[in-house]
């Protein structure tokens, strides 16, 4: 009978003496379980965001491919251009010239 009252006295204590711990270990695992899920929330919009800038830099390299375009015929024109005015600038010399 002693021996059984002792076992139960440590075994109360033991239990008493560890409900601090288990409250305080679920308090813990309840705010590691909150923080896991706003960080799981602001991966989600960090995502959102790499994805959008993505979009934006596929946007714009389409873009500079177009402007790309754009200066390579503009830079053709001028080339033709100048080509011309040389054409006609020689017609004038040898017009010139002959008279």
Known sequence: MKIRRKVTTAILTAV???SPVMEIS???LSDAQKEK???EKQLEEAQG???G????????QTK???LDQQLTSISL???NTQAQLEEK???ITDTQSEL
């Open 16 to 18: 008493m003496l560890l």
């Open 26 to 28: 679920a308090s813990s």
């Open 37 to 39: 899920e706003n960080l």
């Open 49 to 51: 965001v790499i994805d």
């Open 53 to 60: 800038l993505k979009d934006s830099k596929a946007d714009i």
């Open 64 to 66: 500079v491919k177009e």
């Open 77 to 79: 024109e001028i080339t």
């Open 89 to 91: 600038s020689a017609e």
